[in-house]
């Protein structure tokens, strides 16, 4: 706890905000407090986890404490219109999922504050295919508490103890369970990493660059959503904000990882949806149609985040956007071109 105060302290002090050290004191106390009230006690989260927004608004409490670490002078938002069109999708009662990357225990903050102020809905709304270790880290469960979450034990940590293998097994079922039920009452978002966990630098380069997605995830997550009923459309979407809170350089089967916080820009951006069927009927092999959907989708992300990357990054602010990704700045009226 120390160590993540001191962490936080500087990173928004680097903000150069007037009042950077009455923010880090109001936050940081109200985070150890959230901290402290768990593990006395402990809250445990369903298979859904609905937000918890009273009496006290954990969303709330997520949005201010990640605010003043993200430097919105230098951050961005992929295809705007697109975030509205899912809206009207979702007001019509149609399901939307987003196959993304996922960058850092703070994403879910980082696109709620990104998209706040043009689409609100989706900010509050979206659903989140969670890993379980940020439903069992004290320092992770207060903010998860925030966050409406399907919670699901990743591939990446399934074999971490031989003997609870089988358990986790079965909990995943139940939350693919949920999943289906939510789905079948249509108007739901929801997000998942198909890769299983967090984007990591290249060890030699040092350059970050979307994980790999993972054909079955991908499919699994289609199938749920062509079985509910409801009509269901499926985006890409890249998430870039690694320097917020970057995760440890390799996957850690402890809990406790070292948490580095700095202020910087971010981004987010979705891409045009990508049609399973269309794809199917270019191939005879069912598994084929499934690898170049998956790759589609993959590719799609990489393209946008190369862009976002770009933007934030190569510091081109002319001249960024590309012919399938219009970035721009919302929260300042801003179009990048």
């Known amino acids: 706890?120390?160590?993540?105060?001191?962490?936080?302290?500087?990173?928004?002090?680097?903000?150069?905000?007037?009042?950077?050290?009455?923010?880090?004191?109001?936050?940081?106390?109200?985070?150890?407090?959230?901290?402290?009230?768990?593990?006395?006690?402990?809250?445990?989260?369903?298979?859904?986890?609905?937000?918890?927004?009273?009496?006290?608004?954990?969303?709330?409490?997520?949005?201010?404490?990640?605010?003043?670490?993200?430097?919105?002078?230098?951050?961005?938002?992929?295809?705007?219109?697109?975030?509205?069109?899912?809206?009207?999708?979702?007001?019509?009662?149609?399901?939307?999922?987003?196959?993304?990357?996922?960058?850092?225990?703070?994403?879910?903050?980082?696109?709620?504050?990104?998209?706040?102020?043009?689409?609100?809905?989706?900010?509050?709304?979206?659903?989140?295919?969670?890993?379980?270790?940020?439903?069992?880290?004290?320092?992770?469960?207060?903010?998860?508490?925030?966050?409406?979450?399907?919670?699901?034990?990743?591939k990446k940590h399934m074999f971490d103890i031989p003997e609870l293998v089988e358990m986790k097994k079965k909990a995943n079922i139940r939350s693919l369970k949920e999943m289906a039920m939510l789905l079948r009452n249509g108007s739901q978002i929801i997000w998942i990493a198909p890769s299983g966990g967090r984007d990591r630098p290249d060890p030699v380069t040092g350059e970050w660059h979307p994980a790999p997605f993972d054909t079955s995830s991908v499919d699994n997550m289609r199938r749920v959503a062509e079985n509910a009923g409801a009509p269901g459309h499926i985006y890409p979407l890249a998430l870039l904000c690694h320097d917020i809170m970057p995760p440890p350089p390799k996957v850690e089967k402890e809990i406790g990882e070292k948490r580095v916080i700095s202020f910087s820009g971010t981004g987010v951006s979705v891409g045009t949806e990508v049609n399973f069927d269309e794809i199917a009927?270019?191939?005879?092999?069912?598994?084929?149609?499934?690898?170049?959907?998956?790759?589609?989708?993959?590719?799609?992300?990489?393209?946008?985040?190369?862009?976002?990357?770009?933007?934030?990054?190569?510091?081109?602010?002319?001249?960024t956007s590309s012919p399938a990704v219009s970035i721009s700045q919302p929260w300042s009226n801003v179009s990048v071109t």
Request: with cysteine; net charge negative.
């Open 1 to 154: 706890m120390e160590e993540l105060y001191h962490n936080y302290r500087k990173a928004v002090l680097q903000s150069g905000h007037p009042k950077a050290s009455d923010i880090v004191l109001s936050n940081m106390c109200l985070a150890l407090d959230r901290i402290l009230v768990d593990v006395e006690d402990p809250f445990v989260f369903p298979p859904y986890h609905k937000a918890l927004r009273e009496p006290f608004d954990y969303y709330q409490f997520g949005q201010n404490y990640i605010r003043p670490l993200i430097d919105f002078r230098n951050s961005y938002v992929g295809n705007i219109s697109i975030f509205s069109d899912m809206e009207e999708k979702l007001q019509q009662g149609h399901n939307v999922i987003l196959m993304s990357n996922h960058q850092t225990e703070a994403d879910p903050a980082v696109i709620a504050l990104l998209l706040e102020r043009t689409n609100p809905h989706i900010a509050e709304n979206l659903i989140y295919v969670a890993g379980d270790r940020v439903v069992t880290d004290p320092l992770c469960k207060p903010f998860s508490m925030g966050r409406n979450l399907i919670c699901v034990y990743s």
């Open 281 to 319: 009927g270019a191939y005879e092999n069912l598994e084929q149609a499934k690898e170049a959907y998956t790759k589609l989708l993959y590719e799609s992300v990489s393209d946008q985040y190369n862009v976002l990357n770009s933007a934030i990054y190569g510091k081109e602010r002319v001249d």
